[in-house]
């Protein structure tokens, strides 16, 4: 089992700025992959960004040149640093551990005012 706690959701005005983390912990696989997915109201869960343990990040379109990953391994805690918030980044966002099985966080609620 893993679980995963999540921090730094809020409300902020466009162009703002945000830091999340989410630190596990439990039974970590060493290889695995962290990351982000969010889902806003009466929409489906859509990916964020995710990052594996070697380092590779991986982006979603949508949030390139705004969002970073960041992960340290040390900690088993992965960060996403977000700028330039639009309010279409409303959402709540889930921290998800993939090592083998898929474990989730329980969601941190963003929401970006205009």
């Known amino acids: 089992q893993v679980q995963l706690v999540e921090s730094g959701g809020g409300l902020v005005q466009a162009g703002g700025s945000l830091r999340l983390s989410c630190a596990a912990s439990g039974s970590i696989f060493r290889i695995n992959v962290m990351g982000w997915y969010r889902q806003a109201p009466g929409k489906q869960r859509e990916l964020v960004a995710t990052?594996?343990?070697?380092?590779?990040?991986n982006y979603a379109d949508y949030v390139k040149g705004r969002f970073t990953i960041s992960r340290d391994n040390a900690k088993n805690t992965v960060y996403l640093q977000m700028n330039n918030l639009k309010p279409e980044d409303t959402a709540v966002y889930y921290c998800n551990f993939r090592g083998g099985v898929d474990y989730w966080g329980q969601g941190t609620q963003v929401t970006v005012s205009s």
């Open positions: 990052m594996s343990s070697g380092g590779s990040p």
